[in-house]
């Protein structure tokens, strides 16, 4: 291998810890600026990395976790089938009527059907599933969606916070520390839930509690049958026993011996042949090809790039610089340094987006290690770490991807999304879920 430290000043002339944190900023800077696609942009300075000589091209490819790739690439496919079926959509009006269409009691319902699907599934698709049913909703009932998407936003995040499966900071944070599926469920779910009931007691006495609806439009929203959003019954089955299998092997995998992209995987194998063993060479060929086309490979791909250009930053040393400046700006004190993971990671993953936030962050507290006993003695930073970014997500519209999914559906359907009003509403509900989730930390871990 090159010494990157030799090809960086060969060919700049400069040391390769400034070149690598120029990369690094000049990537952020035109992510958040988003006038180009994140993905490109972050190939775009994979390539410069390693042109500009921070790392081989073998070290390039060494600093992509497969893992995560894996994991998130079956996830999709999973998903991607399982929504053929209509089973979303049957989660949504199954719980509206749960409610007798009570506007505030849907306002509740949709909130816990987003949380507790965004944490088996990724919460990008889970709004993408469940919002378009809301906006039906919303129109036979002659109310604004308005309240119910920024609700059904924070669920989505909240939600994905409780699993290793439910958003990408957690599967980046999970597969780069080795932490499973048992670890997340474990340690962040009883929060969660905390932080998901405070945040519907506010929605409600924020919007809830004015919402109100004629009794004809009720009617009309009792008339629907949940059982006719069923588009394939035999499919159904087949995606409920194979998410079964999926969901019982993440909580397995320490006996199993297996990686979660292993798992997701061989779920998404399983469910792809299911799909078309019935059918001829050219159905066949036409639903492997939509399916794959349904992945989301702008997401992939944006994690490849990110991965390389965060690997060629941690070789300059640049991330360790930055952990010793952050262990020594706290005292070393494990309380202080958690607790400013957790504020920071809210408020800045509230500006720019969460993810490579996090994949920066990982080394950073990796290099940590020394001054706090090991790698066992880091694991409540990663907590604080989890939470700071995934709920800190919530404070505006571009902090995280499924903010700017239903921000997107929501004006493609004619409904203003503001980035001013959703802020003047989602950034102190966002700082509450920190508050609480400071106080968590507190109590279980410091």
Not at 255 to 270: D, K, N, Q, R, Y
Request: with cysteine.
């Amino acid at each position: 291998m090159s010494d990157p430290a030799s090809a960086g000043n060969l060919i700049l002339g400069i040391k390769p810890i400034w070149v690598a944190s120029a990369l690094l900023v000049a990537t952020y800077g035109v992510i958040i600026s988003e006038r180009v696609n994140r993905a490109v942009v972050a190939l775009l300075f994979a390539c410069l990395t390693v042109v500009l000589g921070i790392s081989t091209q073998e070290e390039a490819v060494s600093g992509i976790d497969f893992n995560t790739i894996g994991l998130l690439i079956g996830m999709m496919i999973i998903v991607s089938i399982s929504k053929r079926t209509g089973m979303f959509e049957y989660l949504a009006i199954w719980a509206t009527k749960k409610v007798r269409a009570e506007p505030a009691g849907i306002l509740f319902a949709l909130q816990i059907v987003t949380a507790v699907v965004s944490a088996f599934l990724d919460n990008v698709t889970t709004v993408l599933l469940v919002v378009p049913v809301t906006f039906v909703i919303c129109d036979h009932l002659k109310v604004k969606p308005y309240p119910f998407l920024v609700a059904q936003i924070f669920a989505s995040n909240i939600g994905g916070t409780a699993t290793l499966i439910g958003d990408p900071p957690n599967i980046l944070i999970g597969s780069r520390v080795g932490l499973t599926f048992n670890d997340f469920v474990i340690n962040l779910t009883p929060v969660v839930i905390v932080v998901q009931l405070v945040t519907a007691v506010l929605f409600h006495f924020l919007y809830g509690r004015r919402l109100a609806v004629t009794d004809q439009a009720k009617a009309r929203v009792m008339a629907f049958d949940e059982r006719e959003a069923i588009l394939d019954r035999k499919l159904l089955v087949h995606c409920l026993i194979v998410l079964a299998f999926v969901i019982a092997a993440f909580v397995l995998a320490r006996v199993l011996h297996l990686e979660p992209a292993t798992i997701a995987m061989s779920g998404a194998a399983v469910l792809m042949l299911i799909l078309i063993l019935d059918k001829s060479a050219d159905e066949q060929t036409k639903l492997t090809a939509k399916t794959f086309e349904e992945t989301e490979w702008v997401t992939i791909f944006f994690f490849v790039g990110l991965f390389i250009v965060i690997h060629g930053v941690e070789t300059t040393g640049l991330l360790k610089l930055l952990a010793d400046q952050l262990v020594a700006a706290t005292g070393g004190d494990m309380v202080a340094t958690g607790i400013a993971i957790l504020w920071a990671s809210a408020i800045l993953s509230s500006i720019i987006d969460n993810i490579p936030f996090v994949a920066t962050m990982i080394p950073l507290i990796k290099a940590m290690a020394p001054s706090f006993g090991g790698p066992e003695g880091l694991m409540p930073l990663w907590w604080a770490l989890s939470l700071g970014a995934c709920l800190g997500g919530n404070g505006t519209v571009i902090g995280a991807s499924a903010n700017l999914t239903v921000s997107g559906l929501a004006e493609r359907s004619g409904h203003r999304f503001s980035f001013i009003e959703y802020m003047k509403v989602a950034y102190p509900f966002m700082l509450v879920s920190i508050a609480i989730s400071h106080v968590y930390l507190m109590i279980r871990y410091f």
